[in-house]
Every structure is written in structure tokens, then in C-alpha cells.
């Protein structure tokens, strides 16, 4: 069992930037990969980032591409999203997920979320 807990949402205006933090537990985090993704409301769930176990390599969607940063601390056991350039439709709330595999809307272990507002 993996139990994961996001922070560091808020409500910003566009471009400001925000850092959300995912801190696990319960497993060896270095065996995990690592995701973000995101529902606003009345959409469905969309893949954001992803981040290898090692750290080495890392996915994301064209949408946040060159705007967002996934990093890992596998010391501290946490995943981090740095988000800039923040656009009124990155509003949602943010999840993280980790997988023995690659991460994806099916994956296993999943935070609570942690809400994103960007006002412009």
C-alpha cells in the first residue's frame, strides 16, 4: 500500500506560478513511478506529468509542456510539480499517482487531490 498526501495548491492569477508537493509513505518510493494529473470541473481526468522512478526521464502533456516541471526526491519520499506561467484553464484539481509500472488513470495508488485556481 502506497498512501500518498498533495500540497501547495491555491488560487493564483495567471502567470504566477504555484509548486505542488506529493509526500508518500507506506512503500519504497524509489519503486514507483510517478504522475500528476488533473479533472476540472465537468471534464474528465487528464494526464499532466510523469516521472520515472530513477528520475532519469520525464512525460508530459503538450498542454503544460515547457510551463510545468515534475521533479523527485526519493531522500524526502516526494514528487513535486512546479507550474509557472499559470493559465486560467490550468484550474483543477491536481492528483498524484504512483505505479510499479507507468502511471496512468488506472494506476493503483492515488493522493486526494489538492485544488489549483488560476483567476485572470
Known amino acids: 500500500q502506497v498512501h500518498l498526501v498533495e500540497s501547495g495548491g491555491g488560487l493564483v492569477q495567471a502567470g504566477d506560478s504555484l509548486r505542488l508537493s506529493c509526500a508518500a509513505s507506506?512503500?519504497?518510493?524509489?519503486?514507483?513511478?510517478m504522475g500528476w494529473f488533473r479533472q476540472a470541473p465537468g471534464k474528465e481526468q487528464e494526464f499532466v506529468a510523469a516521472?520515472?522512478?530513477?528520475?532519469?526521464?520525464?512525460y508530459y502533456a503538450a498542454s503544460v509542456k515547457g510551463r510545468f516541471t515534475i521533479s523527485r526526491d526519493n531522500t524526502k519520499n516526494t514528487v513535486y510539480l512546479q507550474m509557472n506561467s499559470l493559465k486560467p484553464e490550468d484550474t483543477a484539481v491536481y492528483y498524484c499517482?504512483?505505479?510499479?509500472?507507468?502511471?496512468?488513470?488506472?494506476?493503483?495508488?492515488w493522493g486526494q487531490g489538492t485544488q489549483v485556481i488560476v483567476s485572470s
Open positions: 499517482a504512483a505505479d510499479r509500472r507507468v502511471v496512468t488513470t488506472t494506476s493503483d495508488y
Open positions: 507506506g512503500r519504497t518510493f524509489s519503486n514507483y513511478d
Open positions: 516521472i520515472t522512478r530513477s528520475g532519469t526521464s520525464t
